[in-house]
């Protein structure tokens, strides 16, 4: 991971890209990071566009209020609507003595 003040970024910003391609770099400010330049993946990018989207935060706070106002299903219920096979306990097993 490299470093720059952001005072002494004086390279273009094609130039940082290409460097990010290595490592990722952080942007200080008096020695504090203030922002991260790095390789991002498709998935990456399609979380960050309808993360961002004012549209899908609108849809989320809805779904919200409702869930609130009327509740939700378990994940049981909908096991038994769909007929899937319940998912294995995710409680790690007590180890078995020896004899």
Request: glycine share 6%.
């Amino acid at each position: 991971m490299t470093r720059v003040e952001l005072r002494d970024a004086t390279g273009s910003l094609s130039e940082y890209t290409r460097k990010a391609r290595k490592a990722p770099i952080v942007v200080t400010r008096r020695g504090r990071p203030v922002a991260l330049l790095r390789v991002m993946n498709d998935e990456e990018w399609e979380d960050f566009v309808v993360g961002s989207s004012p549209a899908f935060r609108r849809i989320i706070e809805r779904s919200w209020k409702d869930y609130e106002a009327r509740g939700g299903v378990s994940v049981e219920q909908i096991e038994r609507q769909f007929a899937l096979p319940p998912r294995p306990s995710t409680r790690a097993k007590k180890p078995r003595r020896s004899k």
